[in-house]
């Protein structure tokens, strides 16, 4: 199994970026994706997660402006950012868990993880 995550970058405040994340080699099905992020000193929290039959999971400080999405048949999901903020400033990591989560955005559901992608929002 590879996780190649991509897009991650600076931005100033009310700016917008879209992460990728290609999950190669993980045949389950029904399966779990989504992003988590980490800041210095921080918990790792779930973002927003989607599963094979499409429905998703927003934590709530992004709702509104975050949407995931995804290519099931390229097992691909997309992380798009709009009106970004300093405190969004993490690194971005992709994860999948086979079947449907029982609480999507709890990071101990997942098994496979990527390495994660920067995200760096400037005032």
């Known amino acids: 199994v590879d996780v190649v995550e991509s897009g991650g970058g600076s931005v100033q405040a009310g700016g917008s970026l879209r992460l990728s994340c290609t999950i190669s080699?993980?045949?389950?099905?029904?399966?779990?994706m989504g992003w988590f992020r980490q800041a210095p000193q921080k918990n790792r929290e779930g973002v927003a997660t989607?599963?094979?039959?499409?429905?998703?999971a927003y934590a709530d400080s992004v709702k509104g402006r975050f949407t995931i999405s995804q290519d099931s048949a390229e097992k691909t999901i997309y992380l798009r950012m709009n009106s970004l903020q300093p405190n969004d400033t993490a690194m971005y990591l992709c994860?999948?868990?086979?079947?449907?989560?029982?609480?999507?955005?709890?990071?101990?559901?997942?098994?496979?993880w990527g390495q994660g992608t920067q995200v760096t929002v400037s005032s």
């Open positions: 989607i599963d094979s039959d499409g429905k998703t």
């Open positions: 994860a999948a868990a086979e079947g449907y989560a029982l609480e999507p955005l709890r990071q101990n559901e997942y098994k496979t």
């Open positions: 080699g993980y045949t389950y099905r029904p399966y779990s």
